[in-house]
Structure formats: C-alpha cells, structure tokens
C-alpha cells in the first residue's frame, strides 16, 4: 500500500510532537554518521524537514531503501514527530523537531542530476544551463517563493478588484489584426488556408466594447503579445493589470489605483505606505521633467529662463530664441565637493543621447560660484543662489 502525505514538509512544529507523520517530497541532502544513524532532509514546496533512520531499530528493508537514498530521489517517509535531540536547528522553520522514521517508500529514483536545486550553487551556474533543466532549477527555494509570491499578488489583485465592483472577463487571444505600436506575433489558420489570426497587444478594443456593452467595471490580468525587440521592461509575451471604468472621473481612477498599490504594500510586505501624493502632469514635467518621477531622490528642476536671458552665455540665448525655450537647473547638494570635473563631463554627454546639447555645469562653495560657467553668472549670481 503506498503512503499517502499527511502533512507538507514545511508545515511541523514543536507542538505535533509525539504525532505520527507521512511526509512526501525530494531528499535534499544525505548525511550517513557511521553511529547507526542516518540523517535525510526532505524537501517540498513550503520547507524541509530532518528525517532519522536508526538503523539498530529499523526493519531490514527501510535500512537497506535509507542506505541507498541520494539527492534528489523522490520518497514518502512515515514515521513519529519528536523534538530534536540535539537541539533546535534556528535556520529551519522546522528546525525544533525531527521525524523518526519507520516506514519509507522510493516513488521515483533520480539519475545523477546535471544540476542541483540549491540557491547558493545557482549563482555559479550559468543561466543557459538552468534554463536547460528549468524543472530542476525551479525546484531551488527562492523560484518557489517567486511563484508563490506571484501566486499571492495574484490573488490580492483579484479580492481588491471583486470588492471594488469589478468583474474580470477573459478576452480573446486569435484575433483580426489592430494597428497599434508594435507589430503582431501572427497565427496561421488551418480552416482558412492563407489567412493568419493575431496575437493580441493588449484587449484594447475588446475592452472598449465591453465598456459600450455595459459591464461598467472590467478586470483582467491578461497575457500580451508583442513581436518587438527586447528591452528592460519589455519581452515577447508579458502580463499586466487591465482594466476599465465607466461613468467616472480622475479622481475616481487615482482613488482605485492608489487603493491597490497601498494594500500590495501592505499585505505583501507589511510597509504601511501612507497617503500616495498625487501630483498633475504640467507639476511633474516642470519639476522633474519626466511624468514618473521618482521622488526619492529629490532632484528638481527650477525654470531659470528669465535669469538666464539677463546673461550673454550663448548657449541660454540660443535655447530661450527657439519656440517655447526654457532654461532650468538642477540643484545637486553637497555636488561642488563629490562632483569631480570627469563626472560632470560625463553627463553632459550622457544627456546628449537624449537630444540635448550637453549639460553646463557650476560649482557652488563658500567663495560662490566657480568652475564651468560661472563667468557668465555675474549679472545673476545672487538671484540664481536665491531660486535655488
């Protein structure tokens, strides 16, 4: 008769001591003491638990089975609960207790495994070669708490959603073809020879007629397919958050979304975030140049043009002649002493990848403003120290 699991491998603690236990799951590792006794990790999803064979008391078949046992073989061991005699492990949840086993049975004997599931000998393997034995690597305790983490903001986003009135509809993946930003992963069609179904983007229109339909309040964390180049934040197929309101406002928007991002916070990480400041689009782009600005750094921009036309640094006047010029500046503290000469050239060519000219720069001491161009500040010095 096979054992059947009674309790996860995480799952053990001081109080099921004396309590009989089938555990099923991977022998994470073997130790043979050579004093009769032999000692099995056995790992699953939620943890590990300390196996004990004494091979004095043991039948003869479960000493022979123990003494064969290698990493990775898949069993289900029975036995008794008890605390640990030479002490608690305090790097296992489970390290209070130990299970005496009496009874084991091997459901799946393992070949020599090209590679073994353990976090710390993943970072000397190269990621082609766990890609290449992913059942083995996803094996590995932080792969299965990214899944399990997954998991959970998965089930968090669909409770918030359904309190909030929403409904989460699924919609297709073999559609006609919608011009939008990147070109479409493409299907052909056994039915229609010569004709290709899409993949989708993103259910843009789908949720548009969902809105004209009337559902009202429409959610799906939904895959989307895009046949474009890979970047930091992008690949091939990805999954995000859709959805759609009607008969709502702004403020109604950031009200739901702020919700959201408030209670992953907090019930996934247990930070308490507070209030999320809420900031206008014209605010962001004037202060930080950029409509996602991060404000932990505390970097802002200040609107210097009408400073800078009092000066005759070419590079002002020539920005300030264009259609809508603008001059601004960025106060970086404590930069006239941590700001080498070498850093401040640096960017100055860095933000020419972004379109710009470059990046005039001046240092700020106890003397005033040197370096860079602080010859052309004079008409303005004590004005610009002020504004910034």
Same mark, same amino acid.
């Given at each position: 008769?096979?054992?059947k699991?009674?309790?996860?491998?995480?799952?053990?603690?001081?109080?099921?001591a004396?309590?009989?236990?089938?555990?099923?799951?991977?022998?994470n590792t =073997?130790? $043979?003491?050579?004093?009769?006794?032999?000692?099995?990790?056995? /790992?699953? !999803?939620?943890? *590990? @638990?300390?196996?004990?064979?004494?091979?004095?008391?043991?039948?003869?078949?479960?000493?022979?089975?123990?003494?064969?046992?290698?990493?990775?073989d898949?069993?289900?061991?029975?036995?008794?609960?008890?605390?640990r005699?030479?002490?608690?492990?305090?790097?296992?949840?489970?390290?209070?207790?130990e299970?005496?086993?009496?009874?084991?049975?091997?459901?799946?004997?393992?070949?020599?495994?090209?590679?073994?599931?353990?976090?710390?000998?993943?970072?000397?393997i190269?990621?082609?070669?766990?890609?290449?034995?992913? =059942?083995? $690597?996803?094996?590995?305790?932080?792969?299965?708490?990214?899944? /399990?983490? !997954?998991?959970? *903001? @998965?089930?968090?986003?669909?409770?918030?959603?359904?309190?909030?009135?929403?409904?989460?509809?699924?919609?297709p993946?073999?559609?006609?073809?919608?011009?939008?930003?990147?070109?479409?992963?493409?299907?052909?069609?056994?039915?229609?020879?010569?004709?290709?179904?899409?993949?989708?983007?993103?259910?843009?229109?789908?949720?548009?007629?969902?809105?004209?339909?009337?559902?009202?309040r429409?959610?799906?964390?939904?895959?989307?397919?895009?046949?474009?180049?890979?970047?930091?934040?992008?690949?091939?197929?990805?999954?995000?958050? $859709?959805?759609?309101m009607?008969?709502?406002?702004?403020?109604?928007v950031?009200?739901?979304?702020?919700?959201?991002?408030?209670?992953?916070?907090?019930?996934?990480?247990?930070?308490?975030?507070?209030?999320?400041?809420?900031?206008?689009?014209?605010?962001?782009?004037?202060?930080?140049?950029?409509?996602?600005?991060?404000?932990?750094?505390?970097?802002?921009?200040?609107?210097?043009?009408?400073?800078?036309?009092?000066?005759?640094?070419?590079?002002?006047?020539?920005?300030l002649?264009?259609?809508?010029?603008?001059v601004?500046?960025?106060?970086?503290?404590?930069?006239?002493?941590?700001?080498?000469?070498?850093?401040?050239?640096g960017?100055?060519?860095?933000?020419?990848?972004?379109?710009?000219?470059?990046?005039?720069?001046?240092?700020?001491?106890?003397?005033?403003?040197?370096?860079?161009?602080?010859?052309?500040?004079?008409?303005?010095?004590?004005?610009?120290?002020?504004?910034?």
């Amino acid at each position: 008769m096979k054992l059947k699991r009674t309790h996860m491998c995480g799952q053990l603690r001081a109080p099921d001591a004396g309590k009989s236990a089938i555990l099923a799951g991977w022998v994470n590792t =073997y130790r $043979d003491q050579g004093k009769g006794l032999i000692f099995i990790d056995i /790992r699953d !999803r939620t943890g *590990l @638990t300390q196996i004990v064979f004494d091979l004095e008391d043991a039948s003869p078949e479960v000493v022979e089975t123990a003494k064969a046992l290698r990493r990775e073989d898949v069993i289900a061991v029975s036995g008794e609960v008890r605390n640990r005699v030479a002490g608690t492990n305090p790097k296992l949840a489970t390290g209070d207790i130990e299970l005496m086993a009496i009874d084991i049975e091997i459901l799946n004997k393992t070949e020599n495994p090209p590679i073994l599931p353990d976090d710390y000998e993943a970072s000397k393997i190269a990621e082609e070669k766990r890609l290449q034995y992913r =059942y083995i $690597d996803l094996r590995r305790p932080r792969m299965q708490e990214i899944l /399990r983490t !997954r998991h959970t *903001l @998965t089930r968090l986003t669909r409770d918030y959603f359904d309190d909030h009135d929403f409904l989460e509809i699924e919609t297709p993946f073999l559609i006609k073809t919608t011009p939008e930003g990147a070109r479409d992963f493409i299907v052909p069609s056994r039915l229609y020879p010569g004709q290709w179904y899409a993949l989708p983007q993103s259910p843009q229109i789908f949720k548009q007629i969902l809105m004209v339909g009337g559902c009202d309040r429409y959610m799906q964390i939904v895959r989307c397919f895009r046949d474009e180049d890979p970047r930091a934040d992008r690949q091939a197929e990805f999954t995000q958050i $859709d959805l759609e309101m009607s008969f709502v406002d702004r403020d109604d928007v950031i009200e739901i979304m702020s919700g959201f991002v408030t209670k992953v916070w907090n019930d996934m990480l247990d930070i308490q975030i507070g209030e999320i400041p809420v900031m206008n689009y014209h605010d962001a782009m004037e202060r930080y140049g950029i409509d996602r600005p991060d404000l932990r750094f505390d970097l802002e921009l200040t609107d210097i043009s009408d400073l800078a036309a009092k000066t005759d640094f070419k590079v002002f006047t020539d920005a300030l002649a264009k259609p809508r010029g603008t001059v601004k500046a960025m106060r970086v503290p404590g930069g006239a002493e941590k700001m080498s000469r070498k850093v401040t050239d640096g960017y100055s060519e860095y933000v020419k990848t972004f379109g710009a000219g470059g990046a005039p720069t001046v240092k700020f001491t106890s003397n005033g403003f040197e370096t860079g161009i602080a010859k052309f500040l004079g008409p303005v010095a004590d004005e610009l120290k002020d504004r910034l």
